[in-house]
């Protein structure tokens, strides 16, 4: 969660799942108005994250029971093993086998997306929020919300328009499944 604002205090929460930035900093450069000198200053930064983990041996065995081709599968290996990262966050709530089998029934995956991305939403900017000295949620004018790993309707930014308890004019923007392309 990213609190920015303006010289007049209008501000853009950006819940970022996907710590996918550049797409709100595409928006800050390319506003929507003509000619504009809009200045972005990040005041506060919220963070939140699943709270299950995986290990790089169960990232590596979900990677295994894929059925990628043996090249694909030895290269991905090679490329956990160099990345140095340890654990990885999951949303998941049953074990990495459970979870792929889960997965055949419609709805599961998106239920799980629509549970966790709430939760780390609100949580994240609850926490940019506290620490943002410049204001109130009521101070807030611009909801923008990205995710590439999935959608709900309402959206995540109406969602946190009504559990931040937000004016009911604050615009809001959802850019979804655009991946690593905004």
Known sequence: MFLFAEPSQALV???????????????????????????AVIHSIGT????????????LEIVDTLGYPDDL?????????????ERRFCASPS????YLKAMEAPGYRSGI????A???????????LA?????????ITHVVVHSCT??????????LIQALGLPSTTRKLGVNFMGWFV
């Open 13 to 39: 929460i950006c819940s970022i799942l996907a710590l996918t930035i550049l797409s709100l900093l595409f928006y800050l450069r390319f506003p929507l108005r003509k000619r504009s000198t809009v200045v």
């Open 48 to 59: 939140a994250n699943p709270e299950r983990t995986l290990s790089k041996s169960e990232f």
């Open 73 to 85: 599968r030895s290269k991905m290996g090679r490329t956990v093993e160099a990345s140095g990262i």
């Open 95 to 98: 074990p990495p086998k459970e």
């Open 113 to 116: 997306w629509q549970g966790s």
């Open 118 to 128: 709430h939760t780390m939403a609100i949580s994240a900017a609850k926490e940019a």
């Open 131 to 139: 620490h943002w000295r410049h204001g109130t949620a009521k101070d």
């Open 150 to 159: 999935g959608f709900s309707a309402p959206g995540l930014d109406f969602l």
